[in-house]
């Protein structure tokens, strides 16, 4: 099983200031397609998740672009460049190279 | 608009089984794969397993530590997809949330969740 190991914990971030998540997997998530199939969700307190970043980078449907993703092989980044309220929650990352397996979560909340 | 709605979670009792449905609506629903995703109260989220369409074989993953006891099924004339959990123990207890893969990831889209608690 791939275990994905997100820092920090938690993070306490001023309104307008950018945040920073690492996600660290125990094998490389690229696949024999040549894809990285590394996704990052977000999930509000008591709401569902919702998908943010796919394939390392890629925004999903109606995401700002204050939301970045990098990254190659076993080490990936999600950054927000500008954090809203609105950005409070857990974010996950999530790989589906060799099934799913999920990080342990980012809780960020406003300073 | 896309829509997954989960249904058939309550009160269950240590040993018994449950069978939770999923509708989805608002695209082609045998062009998507379907997962099943579930997270305990105050934990994070864990993979259960999905449902690949048909032209990828109709085939099912499931998490190693549940596949014993996991059956994950479509009906594709319904847009339903079906998760089956046995032998359930109090750990099992958690928001059961099914996601519709339509090329992006395997979870593009969200329900809402059912809520499943296992208690005697």
């Known amino acids: 099983e791939i275990v994905m190991t997100q820092t920090p914990l938690s993070s306490s971030v001023t309104l307008g200031q950018p945040a920073s998540i690492s996600c660290r997997s125990s094998?490389?998530?690229?696949?024999?397609?040549?894809?990285?199939?590394l996704n990052w969700l977000h999930q509000r307190p008591g709401q569902p998740p919702r998908l943010l970043i796919y394939?390392?980078?890629k925004r999903f449907s109606g995401v700002p672009d204050r939301f970045s993703g990098s990254g190659a092989g076993t080490d990936f980044t999600l950054k927000i460049s500008r954090v809203e309220a609105d950005d409070v929650g857990v974010y996950y990352c999530?790989?589906?190279?060799?099934?799913?397996?999920f990080g342990g979560g980012t809780k960020v909340e406003i300073k | 608009e896309v829509q997954v709605v989960e249904s058939g979670g309550g009160m269950v009792e240590p040993g018994g089984s449950l069978r939770l449905s999923c509708a989805a609506s608002?695209?082609?629903?045998?062009?998507?794969?379907m997962t099943w995703v579930r997270q305990a109260p105050g934990k994070g989220l864990e993979w259960v397993g999905l449902?690949?369409?048909?032209?990828?074989?109709?085939?099912?993953d499931y998490a190693a530590p549940l596949e014993s006891r996991v059956t994950i099924s479509r009906d594709d004339s319904k847009n339903m997809v079906y998760l089956q959990l046995n032998s359930l123990i109090t750990e099992d207890t958690a928001i059961y949330y099914c996601?519709?893969?339509?090329?992006?990831?395997?979870?593009?889209?969200w329900g809402q969740g059912t809520l499943v608690t296992v208690s005697p």
């Open positions: 608002g695209f082609t629903f045998s062009n998507a794969w």
């Open positions: 094998q490389s998530l690229t696949d024999s397609d040549g894809n990285t199939y």
């Open positions: 449902i690949k369409r048909k032209i990828d074989g109709e085939t099912t």
């Open positions: 999530m790989q589906g190279t060799q099934f799913v397996t």
């Open positions: 996601a519709a893969g339509l090329g992006a990831t395997q979870v593009d889209h």
């Open positions: 394939k390392i980078s």
